[in-house]
């Protein structure tokens, strides 16, 4: 009964990451470089609205994956062939870091992107 438990459980938590990787905004790829070169010499609304675009996505991301790992997390703790185990404690600290550094990287990215759309209305006024 243990193992069907577990079974289903991990089961459940690939369900939910497929579906929250495929909800994810589609936006253009930039490289490093390309981002780096564009953040440099971004002048136009165009530019600045790309790069914003870029950190929305981001931001995006970075919340799919706390998300994810919020699930782990719960499947972690329902999982009752765990309950004894050292290692359970030491795997869901492990996910709760990971949620707390990815949410601060969703939020930075927010920042970056706001402050580009700025950057891009003030372009348009030039």
């Known amino acids: ?24 905004p589609k936006s253009e790829q930039l490289t490093r470089q390309q981002l780096d070169t564009l953040v440099a010499t971004a002048k136009t609304p165009a530019e600045h609205q790309r ?6 996505a981001k931001a995006a991301t970075y919340r ?14 329902a999982n009752p062939g765990l309950s004894t185990s050292k290692n359970q404690a030491s795997t869901i600290n492990h996910c709760e870091y990971v949620v707390k550094t990815l949410n601060s990287r969703a939020a930075k990215s927010d920042e970056l992107a706001q402050l580009h759309e700025k950057m891009a209305e003030s372009a348009k006024q030039k």
Do not use: D, R
């Open 1 to 24: 009964m243990k193992n069907t438990f577990a079974a289903l459980s991990i089961l459940s938590l690939a369900f939910v990451m497929t579906i929250a990787a495929s909800a994810q």
């Open 51 to 56: 790069i914003a675009s870029f950190y929305e």
């Open 64 to 77: 799919t994956e706390a998300e994810q790992h919020e699930s782990m997390i719960a499947a972690y703790k």
